[in-house]
């Protein structure tokens, strides 16, 4: 395990040639690849599996290619770049090193292209994907045009960057791995802090460390949630850092909160600025949150805090952030990327909030690491929920260990939820269940950060071409 203080970028990434991306169908993968191409790099990569967004890259241009093998490694790459998910033992990277290559992790390079312009970076435990996605849609309203790579599909494309025209980049920083310390940005967000990616830091103290380092190398200002009691007390060290909050001790508030099952309004209430309304087509107090960081973050862009609340009205989620993959009059169906207790915990606030007769959850936790460590806050978190599915653990290449499998978070949920839980063997298995469980009135919520999703369009496909009375 890797102390996150002590990481450092290589010395020998490369600033134009040939590049060759491991895993390159990942959303954060594939944003990197085309701003790389951006930059002048010549960008080729591969991935065990396709889907949108390899196929939205072959369509920008992009060589993708099945697969692992060390015949994609040829003598005239200048790097090669991989995602964090893989293995060093895969024959590419062995290739890389015989031929003396330079192997570099996706959340290195993605920083080194942060130092021309201005640059805008996203971090944090919960909400970075969204409030990136905003940030950007308020941006681009606005006329600047932004160069963007997020963590996140903006639409059914499988699109999860843009290539501006001006010199303003906007990037979601991952900590999962603790590359966060190597941004350098002109603004820092961090949208909260919550010990998180027990499968790289040994301690609460470690993960914090590095979003401490982080916030100290912003080289502007540094916007920062002041209702996490943890990111509160890094950004009391950064001079000159704007809060923003439901505190009324932020420096940028939400009041008069007026929640929605179709979104939510509030007050934009911000020091010496008249109150502002706002209207989101996005339900959840969470995402007043993100909401307040993106305004806050396009402001210390130029964009005036009246103009960019104006301009979320039109926002759309990102993918799986209370997708609605199915409505009709009798069930909807619902795709959420949620894996942490605090994430479940905002998905259930909007589901209630659809005021449907019953909702059944099919939960995939992601992550035995995870599991182990925070399984007996799940049950709480699924307080709402009329009858929930367990899947099996997505390892997200991680083995198995003692206390971390479904079983195990089961232990959890026999001592303390008041619903009715089943547990699946596999997929297939849980898909048998809901279909036996699903009536109308239901709300169906999919959660999951694995491969869970293909779950929700299954669901979605079967209610519309099947009466489920």
């Given at each position: 395990?890797?102390?996150?203080?002590?990481?450092?970028?290589?010395?020998?990434?490369?600033?134009?040639?040939?590049?060759?991306?491991?895993?390159?169908?990942?959303?954060?993968?594939?944003?990197?690849?085309?701003?790389?191409?951006?930059?002048?790099?010549?960008?080729?990569?591969?991935?065990?599996?396709?889907?949108?967004?390899?196929?939205?890259?072959?369509?920008?241009?992009?060589?993708?290619?099945?697969?692992?093998?060390?015949?994609?490694?040829?003598?005239?790459?200048?790097?090669?770049?991989?995602?964090?998910?893989?293995?060093?033992?895969?024959?590419?990277?062995?290739?890389?090193?015989?031929?003396?290559?330079?192997?570099?992790?996706?959340?290195?390079m993605l920083p080194s292209r942060l130092k021309e312009g201005t640059s805008l970076a996203v971090s944090g435990t919960h909400g970075k994907t969204t409030t990136a996605a905003m940030t950007v849609h308020i941006l681009s309203e606005a006329g600047r045009n932004?160069?963007?790579?997020?963590?996140?599909?903006?639409?059914?494309?499988?699109?999860?960057?843009?290539?501006?025209?001006?010199?303003?980049?906007?990037?979601?920083?991952?900590?999962?791995?603790?590359?966060?310390?190597?941004?350098?940005?002109?603004?820092?967000?961090?949208?909260?802090?919550?010990?998180?990616?027990?499968?790289?830091?040994?301690?609460?103290?470690?993960?914090?460390?590095?979003?401490?380092?982080?916030?100290?190398?912003?080289?502007?200002?540094?916007?920062?949630?002041?209702?996490?009691?943890?990111?509160?007390?890094?950004?009391?060290?950064?001079?000159?850092?704007?809060?923003?909050?439901f505190s009324e001790q932020a420096d940028v508030r939400a009041g008069n909160v007026r929640p929605g099952a179709e979104g939510v309004a509030f007050e934009l209430l911000a020091r010496g600025e008249p109150a502002v309304a706002v209207r989101l087509r996005v339900?959840?107090?969470?995402?007043?949150?993100?909401?307040?960081?993106?305004?806050?973050?396009?402001?210390?862009?130029?964009?005036?805090?009246?103009?960019?609340?104006?301009?979320?009205?039109?926002?759309?989620?990102?993918?799986?952030?209370?997708?609605?993959?199915?409505?009709?009059?009798?069930?909807?169906?619902?795709?959420?990327?949620?894996?942490?207790?605090?994430?479940?915990?905002?998905?259930?606030?909007?589901?209630?909030?659809?005021?449907?007769?019953?909702?059944?959850?099919?939960?995939?936790?992601?992550?035995?690491?995870?599991?182990?460590?925070?399984?007996?806050?799940?049950?709480?978190?699924?307080?709402?929920?009329?009858?929930?599915?367990?899947?099996?653990?997505?390892?997200?290449?991680?083995?198995?260990?003692?206390?971390?499998?479904?079983?195990?978070?089961?232990?959890?949920?026999?001592?303390?939820?008041?619903?009715?839980?089943?547990?699946?063997?596999?997929?297939?298995?849980?898909?048998?269940?809901?279909?036996?469980?699903?009536?109308?009135?239901?709300?169906?919520?999919?959660?999951?950060?694995?491969?869970?999703?293909?779950?929700?369009?299954?669901?979605?496909?079967?209610?519309?071409?099947?009466?489920?009375?």
């Open positions: 395990m890797q102390d996150a203080s002590k990481s450092k970028a290589p010395s020998d990434i490369p600033e134009g040639g040939n590049i060759h991306m491991l895993g390159i169908g990942g959303v954060g993968m594939a944003g990197l690849a085309m701003l790389l191409r951006s930059q002048g790099f010549d960008v080729s990569g591969c991935d065990i599996s396709g889907g949108r967004v390899t196929e939205w890259l072959r369509r920008e241009g992009i060589s993708v290619v099945s697969g692992h093998d060390a015949s994609h490694i040829t003598s005239d790459l200048s790097c090669v770049v991989r995602s964090a998910a893989i293995a060093p033992e895969e024959p590419e990277i062995c290739r890389a090193r015989e031929l003396g290559i330079p192997v570099v992790k996706r959340g290195v932004p160069t963007f790579c997020i963590g996140g599909e903006i639409d059914m494309e499988g699109r999860v960057a843009g290539i501006g025209d001006e010199g303003l980049l906007v990037v979601e920083a991952d900590e999962s791995d603790g590359t966060l310390v190597h941004y350098h940005p002109t603004v820092g967000v961090i949208t909260n802090v919550e010990f998180d990616h027990m499968e790289h830091f040994k301690d609460e103290d470690e993960f914090l460390e590095c979003f401490a380092r982080f916030a100290a190398q912003v080289r502007g200002c540094l916007v920062a949630g002041i209702d996490s009691p943890l990111c509160r007390g890094i950004a009391e060290g950064i001079g000159g850092a704007r809060t923003f909050g339900a959840g107090s969470h995402n007043v949150l993100n909401a307040l960081a993106a305004i806050t973050a396009a402001n210390e862009c130029g964009v005036d805090m009246s103009e960019a609340a104006r301009h979320l009205e039109s926002f759309h989620p990102v993918r799986r952030r209370f997708e609605v993959v199915f409505k009709s009059e009798d069930v909807t169906v619902v795709s959420d990327y949620a894996h942490h207790p605090t994430e479940i915990a905002a998905v259930m606030e909007a589901a209630v909030l659809q005021s449907r007769k019953r909702v059944i959850a099919v939960f995939q936790p992601h992550r035995y690491t995870r599991t182990l460590a925070l399984g007996s806050a799940f049950p709480d978190a699924f307080s709402g929920v009329d009858e929930l599915i367990l899947v099996p653990v997505y390892p997200a290449s991680e083995k198995p260990i003692s206390g971390g499998t479904t079983k195990d978070l089961a232990v959890h949920f026999r001592r303390s939820f008041k619903k009715t839980f089943h547990v699946a063997e596999s997929l297939e298995e849980s898909w048998d269940m809901l279909r036996g469980l699903v009536t109308p009135g239901d709300l169906v919520l999919i959660i999951g950060a694995g491969d869970i999703e293909q779950l929700a369009f299954r669901a979605a496909g079967h209610l519309q071409g099947e009466d489920i009375q």
